[in-house]
């Protein structure tokens, strides 16, 4: 966490670069809509600002965030990831404060396979996955058939999210022991024949054109210029009671384990976790979220 001037927090510029790991660049960018009046109700000269990792444009959450926190003197300062290998690393390695991109089931995954020490300190929202349709070739799941590509996710837990998906939709029959974590190899039977592309999350609406349809979340759909409630022909069914993978799949605000009881950090939870900010998201994105909180 930085503590900074005001008069230099007011003045920071919107584009600061941070240098990523494999190639990766991230942009820094103050979510800066925070209210005069309430800056001036900060304590004298200072303000605190915590930097906050997200992937995606669905960002307008964290205005009004900033716009509650500002009385209490804290600033997020969003900081823009283009993948999502690099936020939790960043995070484990002190590059930042918190992040806010990923459900509890990525984060567990991360934590157990790269030995990161974070922790999860809150719910925000649900992002569905949903099956987006190539307009050009297909028009609905009926009309997939055999032979047509279907891109999906390349990570384990939302591939295998994926694939769950890509059953419930009729196309495919998974090893069920594998629970909602299943591969490509878990497929048990194939009721048309799809061919199973994996990509990297933030590419898969890029890769549209080239597919019958895609295994798109919420957050890079929204990105991308899709609304799932508009454009999706399938979408993941998130009711618990019907779906007993729901819980794993809220997104969270993650923080490093050593600062999990930070008190600072838990007035950016507190802040998130509002009606305030539930109807920032509601209005927004149109239903293509689901808060959590």
């Known amino acids: 966490m930085k503590r900074k001037n005001l008069i230099a927090v007011l003045g920071l510029g919107a584009a600061l670069f941070l240098a990523g790991c494999g190639g990766n660049s991230q942009e820094t960018e103050a979510a800066d809509t925070q209210a005069e009046a309430g800056a001036d109700e900060a304590s004298e000269g200072e303000v605190t600002t915590v930097t906050v990792g997200v992937v995606g444009e669905y960002n307008a959450q964290w205005d009004t965030v900033n716009e509650l926190l500002a009385p209490e003197g804290i600033q997020v300062e969003l900081v823009k990831f283009t993948d999502y290998a690099t936020p939790n690393r960043a995070l484990n390695d002190g590059e930042i404060d918190l992040n806010a991109f990923q459900h509890k089931a990525f984060l567990a995954n991360d934590i157990e396979?790269?030995?990161?020490?974070?922790?999860?300190?809150?719910?925000?929202?649900?992002?569905?996955?949903?099956?987006?349709?190539?307009?050009?070739?297909?028009?609905?799941?009926?009309?997939?058939?055999?032979?047509?590509?279907?891109?999906?996710?390349?990570?384990?837990?939302?591939g295998g999210r994926a694939l769950k998906l890509l059953e419930a939709a009729g196309l495919i029959e998974c090893n069920p022991e594998k629970g909602y974590t299943p591969t490509k190899l878990d497929i048990i039977k194939y009721n048309v024949q799809?061919?199973?592309?994996?990509?990297?999350?933030?590419t898969l609406a890029n890769l549209l054109p080239d597919c019958a349809a895609a295994v798109i979340n919420g957050g890079n759909a929204f990105t991308a210029g899709l609304n799932p409630k508009e454009d999706a022909i399938f979408t993941e069914d998130v009711d618990p009671e019907t779906n007993p993978n729901v819980a794993q799949l809220i997104n969270i605000i993650a923080a490093r384990e050593e600062d999990k009881d930070n008190e600072t950090y838990k007035k950016v939870v507190e802040a998130y976790q509002t009606d305030e900010v539930k109807a920032t998201i509601d209005e927004a994105y149109d239903g293509a979220f689901i808060c959590a909180f």
């Not at 799809?194 to 933030?202: K, L």
């Open 113 to 158: 396979t790269a030995g990161y020490k974070l922790a999860d300190i809150g719910d925000t929202i649900i992002a569905p996955l949903a099956i987006f349709n190539n307009k050009d070739k297909i028009s609905s799941v009926e009309d997939i058939k055999d032979g047509d590509i279907i891109a999906i996710p390349s990570d384990l837990t939302n």
């Open 194 to 202: 799809i061919e199973i592309m994996e990509a990297e999350s933030a």
